[in-house]
Nanobody, 124 residues
Framework: QVQLVESGGGMVQAGGSLRLSCVAS????????MGWFRQAPGKEREFVAR????????LYADSMKGRITISRDNAKNTVYLQMNNLKPEDAAAYFC?????????????????WGQGTQVSVSS
């Protein structure tokens, strides 16, 4: 089992950047493919990005492609989400998740463990 803790959220102006981190404990993060999701009030949780166990494969949601980069440092048991040129519609709680599948899909159901989330607010 793995525990996930996100950090790095906050409030930024439109066009600004944030780097989210997700630190894993309890089991090495290299055992899992990792994903980032987000959920705005009144909306369903949606896929943002995912990365394979080794980091050689990544996939991004069309809504954020070109503005975000997912990466991982397995030696530090940490996964990152660099977000640039943020827009007001990007405001949401951002969650990291771990999947025992080598290459999970974009559904939250494909992930086995979740963090508590970190809030991102974007002012226009």
């Amino acid at each position: 089992q793995v525990q996930l803790v996100e950090s790095g959220g906050g409030m930024v102006q439109a066009g600004g950047s944030l780097r989210l981190s997700c630190v894993a404990s309890g089991r090495t993060v290299s055992s899992y493919a990792m994903g980032w999701f987000r959920q705005a009030p009144g909306k369903e949780r949606e896929f943002v990005a995912r990365i394979s166990r080794s980091g050689n494969l990544t996939l991004y949601a069309d809504s954020m492609k070109g503005r975000i980069t997912i990466s991982r440092d397995n030696a530090k048991n940490t996964v990152y989400l660099q977000m640039n040129n943020l827009k007001p519609e990007d405001a949401a709680a951002y969650f990291c998740a771990a999947s025992i599948s080598g290459w999970p899909g974009g559904s939250p159901n494909a992930y086995d463990y979740w963090g508590q989330g970190t809030q991102v607010s974007v002012s226009s």
